[in-house]
């Protein structure tokens, strides 16, 4: 007779992607990769046979990624854009098209075809300099395994069919997985994959299940029905509690919950100090659908619209119609708020099959942004031709990401003369008055920042990148992502240096990286004179509750004293000390926005 032996209690950390506690028995459910087999095809019948059979998975991918969206619950169908995508993803030609094309040239069956074509793409995703961009390379893969799937035959296992209050463990979830979910019965969910900013993450969030990813072996470390103690705050995974980890867990739940409730009314009200200062808050957005999320979390406007996915969704290039489309639509439902967009931050080699642009040895430092579009010319003219035509309809900043000189902005502003002189010949409506302004993220625009105001309406500084090039940090790279350190006293004095230069002729700036939707950040920024944050729409309320809970001398005060001190951990010490005064239940908050 087999005797199951009581488990041993593992305490594993992951990454935290979607706040609350739960405590639950274990559901196992494979969504590990389909194996593939490789095939050669040897004469004409086979090859119209596998590509008939590849356009079959796709089309079956579909009409189940349509059907998912159809049965979103009515307080996520915000996020069905994340569908969309996979849809759009789905027809890319790079996707749809090179997998037919491999099939018929290389003589190869479809799912080594398909393969072929995600590792293409996978290297186009890599050379990506943005990480958020870069890793949106997960839905791609979310994408084939699905089609691979149905390559494989049979019924995809349905999550929905999930009997009893579990937590789901498994390698992976896609968005349209985590769709499937049935919340009445699935408690959260933990992975061996996944990051804090997939598109998973933002399903999880949305349905409200707590969800730890990243924990790189826990399918092979947990067995059905083990008990689970899960803190979606922490990134926390406890295998087998005793009694004490769950008491200690149970009293997380309570604490949890009353945090919740204290700042669920946080994100309708205003962002102002204790002494009457308005603190713009604004958010940044990657789609037109995200919208809707940010009027519900109290975003009071768009402070960066990344441009580059429809750019990224097809080979080809979008058309100015298309373009302006997209933008006239978020001016509009936005008006009178303002939205920022930024142009173009992609590298050439994104476009290199069309413009014979050779392969870069170092991408991040080599021709993107500004530089790729002052290059290409008519593909800028593109871009900005949309955003002017767009202003018409709504509030709407332009923004140039990656200034690094003075010549870079005069080049790019006589660019704007010219698309507004094409304008105005062909009678086209469009505010003349739109500002323009420049992203500070390369020490160089640090440095010349007060020469740089005076041709500017405006800087936004993106830290991200500043704090990457100016530390000389890959953030993304395992071995020295510790030592990116938003705190890092020369980081504070740049920032310093950009805002007393933009003070001095009388531009605004506004900060639209990670550091704005960090709590732990908010006295040293407005202490340093920021008033005007942008960020990642579910950090606004909790952003909102830091600012109404300290005054602007304070701030002044606390950015004076850290300042002053030498070392990173010595600023992150101090700042964490006085926000343990200002707001006891810090930790929770800080959890809450991870």
């Not at 003589?107 to 072929?116: Q, R, S, V």
């Not at 933008?327 to 476009?351: C, H, N, Q, W």
């Not at 300042?563 to 951990?569: A, C, D, E, I, R």
């Amino acid at each position: 007779m087999n005797v199951r032996h009581p488990s041993k209690r593992k305490l594993l950390k992951g990454i935290a992607v979607s706040p609350g506690i739960i405590i639950g028995k274990s559901h196992l459910v494979d969504r590990s990769s389909v194996k593939i087999l490789y095939q050669y095809l040897i004469n004409d019948k086979q090859l119209h046979r596998e590509v008939e059979r590849f356009e079959g998975a796709v089309e079956r991918t579909e009409r189940q990624l349509n059907s998912l969206k159809h049965q979103l619950p009515n307080h996520v169908r915000e996020h069905a854009y994340i569908l969309d995508s996979h849809t759009m993803i789905l027809k890319d030609s790079m996707l749809k098209d090179s997998t037919i094309k491999r099939i018929l040239s290389e003589k190869i069956n479809a799912e080594w075809a398909l393969k072929k074509s995600l590792e293409e793409i996978r290297r186009v995703f890599e050379e990506i300099q943005d990480v958020y961009i870069r890793t949106r390379i997960d839905d791609v893969e979310n994408v084939c395994e699905r089609i691979l799937r149905n390559l494989a035959g049979g019924n995809q296992p349905s999550l929905a069919d999930i009997n009893g209050r579990v937590i789901i463990v498994a390698h992976d979830l896609s968005p349209a997985d985590t769709t499937e979910l049935n919340i009445s019965r699935v408690m959260g969910f933990i992975t061996n994959v996944g990051g804090r900013t997939s598109h998973t993450a933002i399903m999880a969030q949305a349905l409200e299940i707590p969800a730890v990813v990243g924990l790189e072996s826990v399918t092979a470390q947990v067995e059905e029905g083990d008990l689970l103690a899960v803190d979606g705050n922490t990134g926390e995974v406890i295998i087998n509690p005793d009694d004490s980890d769950i008491i200690l867990y149970q009293e997380r739940q309570l604490q949890y919950e009353k945090y919740k409730s204290s700042i669920a009314k946080a994100g309708l009200l205003p962002a102002e100090t204790l002494d009457g200062h308005l603190i713009t808050v604004n958010a940044n957005i990657e789609f037109l659908e995200e919208v809707a999320a940010v009027r519900d979390h109290g975003g009071e406007g768009i402070g960066l619209y990344r441009t580059e996915f429809l750019y990224l969704r097809s080979r080809g290039l979008p058309t100015e119609e298309e373009l302006f489309e997209d933008y006239r639509e978020v001016a509009e439902i936005m008006s009178p708020a303002p939205v920022t967009i930024r142009t173009l931050d992609l590298g050439g080699d994104k476009f290199a099959s069309a413009l014979e642009i050779s392969k870069e040895m170092n991408p991040a430092l080599g021709l993107r942004a500004i530089r790729f579009c002052l290059r290409e010319k008519e593909i800028f003219k593109t871009q900005l031709r949309a955003i002017y035509r767009a202003s018409a309809y709504g509030h709407v900043h332009l923004m140039f990401p990656m200034i690094s000189g003075l010549q870079e902005v005069l080049d790019a502003k006589r660019i704007l003369e010219e698309v507004k002189e094409d304008l105005d010949r062909e009678n086209i409506p469009y505010d003349p008055q739109m500002q323009v302004g420049i992203m500070i993220e390369v020490p160089s625009a640090v440095a010349l920042a007060e020469l740089l105001a005076r041709h500017v309406d405006f800087f936004s500084i993106g830290t991200n990148d500043l704090i990457q090039y100016a530390l000389a940090i890959d953030r993304v790279n395992e071995h020295v992502a510790g030592m990116y350190q938003p705190f890092h006293p020369a980081i504070l004095r740049m920032i310093q240096q950009v805002v007393d230069a933009a003070g001095k002729t009388g531009i605004g700036v506004s900060l639209c990286g990670e550091m704005a939707g960090d709590p732990l950040c908010v006295p040293i920024l407005l202490g340093l004179g920021i008033t005007e944050l942008s960020m990642n729409s579910r950090s606004i309320p909790a952003i909102k509750r830091v600012i109404r809970a300290i005054s602007m001398e304070e701030a002044k005060r606390d950015f004076q004293t850290a300042s002053m001190l030498s070392t990173t951990q010595e600023v992150k010490d101090f700042i964490s000390g006085r926000m343990r005064d200002l707001l006891p239940d810090l930790d929770m908050q800080k959890h809450l926005d991870a």
